[in-house]
């Protein structure tokens, strides 16, 4: 199992350009997430999952836009990209029940110019 | 709302001597807590969960619901054991939890020779 999928690894944006950053996952776990990582602030949560078709913000939602299809596939959207976007981008999953772990992806380090 | 607190940014120890990561969290309920571990150039990956209390790579971890901390502790730190550290809750409403977590600011601990 290749676990939790990220694509890409880097990134590099204009002001105002859109992208999507993609998350896969083949454990079919039904609760996947989107964190963000910055200095000093440890993970926020950005948006989850808890089943296809189900979405809800987290933390920080502002500027981005999720869907889930399908139980595989998690992409994040961002619509019009800032600098204060600038920041380390983690998807993880995980099984139902209580106490399970997160499984995470390697990450995608985006900049915004 | 929960809010997870990791009072020490930086911690530096040489090996051999004993190591305490400090964790306090606020939340109402009945949480579920986790110790994660990033190691350089590496994901993020679950190194402890309060429900299991056991001992992984040496480091323990107790609940006290007292003083609402879950500080992790090893006896005799390694140089592999240099790495970040983030302290994490997920809340659970009548057994259902969702996985969404949220982290302290995070320990980077540096073992020295």
């Known amino acids: 199992n290749a676990g939790v999928t990220q694509t890409p690894k880097f990134q590099v944006l204009k002001t105002g350009q859109s992208m999507t950053l993609q998350c896969a996952q083949d454990m079919n776990h039904e609760y996947m997430s989107w964190y963000r990582q910055d200095p000093g602030m440890g993970l926020r949560l950005i948006h989850y999952s808890v089943g296809a078709g189900i979405t809800d913000q987290g933390e920080v939602p502002n500027g981005y836009n999720v869907s889930r299809s399908t139980t595989e596939d998690f992409p994040l959207r961002l619509l019009s990209a800032a600098p204060s976007q600038t920041s380390v981008y983690f998807c993880?999953?995980?099984?139902?029940?209580?106490?399970?772990?997160?499984?995470f992806g390697d990450g995608t380090r985006l900049s915004i110019l | 709302a929960q809010r997870v607190t990791q009072p020490e940014k930086l911690l530096s120890v040489f090996k051999g001597a004993p190591v305490e990561l400090k964790c306090n969290y606020s939340?109402?309920?009945?949480?579920?807590l986790f110790w994660y571990v990033q190691y350089s150039r590496q994901r993020l990956q679950l190194l402890l969960r309060h429900i299991s209390r056991e001992s992984i790579k040496g480091f323990t971890a107790d609940l006290n619901k007292g003083e609402t901390s879950f500080h992790l502790k090893k006896p005799f730190a390694q140089e592999e054991d240099s790495a970040m550290y983030y302290c994490a809750l997920s809340p659970n409403a009548g057994g259902t939890s969702y996985g969404k977590l949220t982290f302290g600011q995070g320990t980077i601990l540096t073992v020295h020779p």
């Open positions: 993880a999953s995980r099984t139902t029940g209580s106490n399970q772990p997160q499984h």
């Open positions: 939340y109402s309920g009945s949480p579920e």
